[in-house]
């Protein structure tokens, strides 16, 4: 085995499965050894059933993401939500409903926490332009991380579909990253996600660590086609993301209904 672990952090594939298709064949070619998933399996795309099964077989772990949340819910009064719901199995919702919300780890010194959409809670969302309070803010232990760990030097999320990797000036050796979104980037039309690189469980910060962004095609088409097939809700304002990256919510309206 080599002496460094590579360690691919995907999220947000929202049942795209022909880009999460894309992202493992990927990560299979370069000799990855573990997966960690962020959250938002299903929700938006046509194949959240099939998404689910391929993460649980696929990761090593799981993370909750507000879709999962909302779409386990039977409750909603949201067409779209109720669609994605009604496909999923007993045996599907009881997974997601009990995933966990943060993990954290040590590679190469650094201690590495993620989660979903920040520290405060999962419908929490933070951006890169979002204020130095807020994403310093990241780095606190929360009762959504637990005080089992000391608060860590790297974090990754996922939610808001936009990758960025931000090492702090002040503090130094801090690091703040977004894995993107496998099957709905609002930042370019591309599967996108992130490969870390170090010594597992290693307390030696002068070991190799790396942070590489991955950004790959995929047939889009073929899930816009599908999503139709299926008559999905708003298959109109999915195919606008798909193919340019535009969020639904800075689109014409008409394309939400349904
Ligand atoms: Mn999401």
């Known amino acids: 085995m080599r002496a460094l672990t590579r360690i691919a952090i995907i999220s947000d594939i929202h049942g795209n499965l022909?880009?999460?298709?894309?992202?493992?064949?990927?990560i299979r070619q370069r000799g990855v050894d573990r997966i960690i998933n962020l959250g938002d399996l299903d929700g938006k795309g046509p194949d959240g059933p099939e998404v689910i099964d391929r993460c649980r077989d696929a990761c090593d772990i799981n993370l909750f993401g507000n879709w999962d949340d909302l779409i386990t819910r039977?409750?909603?009064?949201?067409?779209?939500?109720?669609?994605?719901?009604?496909r999923l199995g007993e045996d599907q919702l009881a997974w997601l409903r009990d995933l966990p919300l943060s993990v954290d780890?040590?590679?190469?010194?650094?201690?590495i926490r993620l989660f979903h959409a920040s520290a405060q809670g999962i419908w929490h969302?933070?951006?890169?332009?979002?204020?130095?309070?807020?994403?310093?803010?990241?780095?606190?232990?929360?009762?959504?991380?637990?005080?089992?760990?000391?608060?860590?030097?790297?974090?990754?999320?996922?939610?808001?579909?936009?990758?960025?990797i931000m090492?702090?000036?002040?503090?130094?050796?801090?690091?703040?990253?977004?894995?993107?979104?496998?099957?709905?980037?609002?930042?370019?039309?591309?599967?996108?996600?992130?490969?870390?690189?170090g010594v597992w469980n290693g307390e030696d910060w002068d070991a190799p660590f790396g942070i590489e962004l991955v950004r790959l095609p995929y047939d889009v088409e073929s899930v816009i086609a599908r999503a139709r097939a299926?008559?999905?809700?708003?298959?109109?304002?999915?195919?606008?993301?798909?193919?340019?990256a535009i969020y639904r919510g800075m689109q014409k309206p008409s394309l939400n209904a349904g």
Not at 77 to 84: A, E, G, I, R, T
Not at 134 to 151: I, K, Q, S, V
Not at 171 to 185: C, D, I, Q, Y
């Open 105 to 111: 780890f040590r590679l190469s010194g650094r201690r």
């Open 18 to 26: 022909t880009a999460l298709e894309a992202v493992l064949n990927d």
């Open 167 to 197: 090492p702090f000036f002040i503090p130094k050796n801090k690091t703040l990253f977004n894995a993107g979104s496998v099957g709905n980037a609002l930042d370019e039309p591309r599967a996108t996600y992130v490969i870390l690189e």
């Open 74 to 86: 039977p409750e909603s009064d949201n067409p779209l939500v109720q669609w994605h719901h009604a």
């Open 230 to 244: 299926l008559h999905m809700p708003q298959t109109d304002a999915l195919a606008v993301e798909l193919r340019q």
């Open 125 to 164: 969302r933070v951006f890169p332009h979002s204020d130095r309070e807020t994403l310093l803010a990241m780095f606190e232990n929360t009762a959504l991380t637990g005080f089992d760990h000391p608060p860590p030097d790297v974090v990754g999320y996922g939610d808001i579909h936009h990758a960025f």
